[in-house]
């Protein structure tokens, strides 16, 4: 069986990849490498820390030596990488660091395991390299366009969606021109427990939640395809146990949604869910439900996103047939999981949010 490096382990899906994976593989190890940026909390896997199975390295990707040692040292055979930068919005606002974590950072990673994992004489040890990239690769859909596939041109219109194409080429050329084995998965937009509340989800919740404005980008109509993390979480396990070096994958939710049912959605579950509950209108004061107030007067429209995708949705038919993949979780199912764990868990996003767990480990980590 495997035994993992899994690089951004510190980030929402890879704290979701975490548990998953040592949750049904009792055999593996996996050690998690995160340079712990403003998107990592590696108190979010305290949970699972006591597993003797886990390790956890504060340390860059794009610190090839560190990588090459690792994987030597460790007998590490598989590397996820899902280490980025990953908000569109912040692209926008400063490409530099999507540029030397995404495209950089990913070819200092091939570079380790091609190290690590190629002998003198030009054979592989065994192993497997998985890529996680993003739908937002293939550009943006029209209403009626038929979904994204594994044949889709690519058409990246964000400084992050053009780094993780770049991301997307360097593991291919790899693959190509030195034989790394190499698997990618393109998935589309994730949620649920422990993602940073600078995506629309789990912003949209906290905000309502304080009583703050809903900001809706342009009229609110781009569409998202929904896919519950632990759904991607089951996509990449097959990818790996099942796919075929070379080979990408198209990994969504079948849940297609404009924004603003999104937002609608939320202002309505949370709304019954205040008004009903004493302790969340004592512990929430400012969200208008707790004044008998309607939550929907919070929406905002503002200015759109620059260059907004239109629509994202996602054909996994190939990931299907070849993989047996099928996405378990429903729509309504999966937010309610999600606004659950955002209700039970304020300490975790109080932190977050306003940092302390950084200043907690600027004097307990040695950064490498
Ligand atoms: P995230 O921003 O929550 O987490 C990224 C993690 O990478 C953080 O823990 C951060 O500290 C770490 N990291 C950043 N730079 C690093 C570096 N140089 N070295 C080591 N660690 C570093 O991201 P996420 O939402 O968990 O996304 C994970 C991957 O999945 C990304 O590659 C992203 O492009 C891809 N993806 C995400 C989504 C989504 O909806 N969230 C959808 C499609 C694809
Ligand atoms: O405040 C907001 N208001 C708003 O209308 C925010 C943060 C977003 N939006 C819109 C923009 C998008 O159409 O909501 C949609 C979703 O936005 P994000 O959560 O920022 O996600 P998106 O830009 O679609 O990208 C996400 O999915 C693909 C992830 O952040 C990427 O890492 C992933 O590759």
């Known amino acids: 069986m495997p035994d993992l490096l899994v690089t951004g382990g510190a980030g929402f899906i890879g704290i979701n990849l975490v548990r998953w994976w040592l949750d049904r593989h009792q055999d593996d190890r996996v050690v998690v490498l995160d340079s712990l940026t403003y998107a990592g909390n590696r108190h979010s896997l305290d949970a699972v820390m006591d597993d003797g199975r886990l390790e956890f390295v504060h340390g860059d ?41 995404n495209v950089v950072g990913t070819h200092s990673l091939l570079k380790a395991a091609r190290a690590a994992w190629q002998d003198q004489d030009g ?22 366009d038929p979904a994204f596939h594994e044949g889709t041109r690519y058409a990246p219109n964000s400084p992050y969606s053009a780094s993780k194409a770049a991301s997307d080429h360097l593991v291919r050329a790899y693959h190509h021109t030195f034989g790394l084995e190499v698997t990618t998965t393109n998935c589309s937009n994730n949620y649920g427990p422990y993602q940073f509340p600078e995506k629309l989800i789990p912003l949209m919740i906290l905000n309502i939640l304080h009583g703050k404005p809903l900001p809706v980008y342009g009229d609110g109509m781009n569409i998202r395809d929904w896919l519950f993390v632990d759904d991607h979480c089951l996509g990449i396990e097959l990818a790996l146990l099942k796919g075929i070096p070379g080979e990408t994958y198209c990994i969504g939710g079948n849940n297609e949604r404009t924004n603003i049912d999104i937002v609608r959605m939320l202002c309505s579950m949370l709304q019954d869910r205040v008004v009903g509950d004493e302790t969340l209108r004592a512990r929430f004061p400012e969200c208008p439900a707790s004044r008998g107030e309607s939550i929907e007067g919070l929406i905002t429209f503002v200015t759109d996103r620059p260059g907004h995708d239109l629509r994202y949705a996602i054909d996994a038919g190939k990931a299907s047939n070849d993989l047996g993949y099928e996405p378990s979780e429903n729509f309504e199912s999966g937010f309610r999981k999600t606004v659950d764990w955002y209700l039970s868990n304020e300490p975790w996003w109080s932190k977050v949010m306003d940092g302390s767990y950084r200043d907690w480990l600027e004097t307990n980590y040695e950064s490498r």
Request: proline share 2%.
């Open 123 to 144: 054979s592989w040890r065994r192993h497997r390299f998985h890529h996680v990239s993003t739908d937002e690769v293939y550009g943006s859909l029209g209403s009626d």
């Open 61 to 101: 990707i794009r610190n090839t030596s560190l990588v090459e040692e690792l994987l030597r040292d460790r007998d590490l055979d598989t590397i996820v990488h899902l280490a980025a930068e990953s908000h569109v919005d912040r692209s926008i606002e400063g490409p530099d660091e999507f540029i030397d974590t």
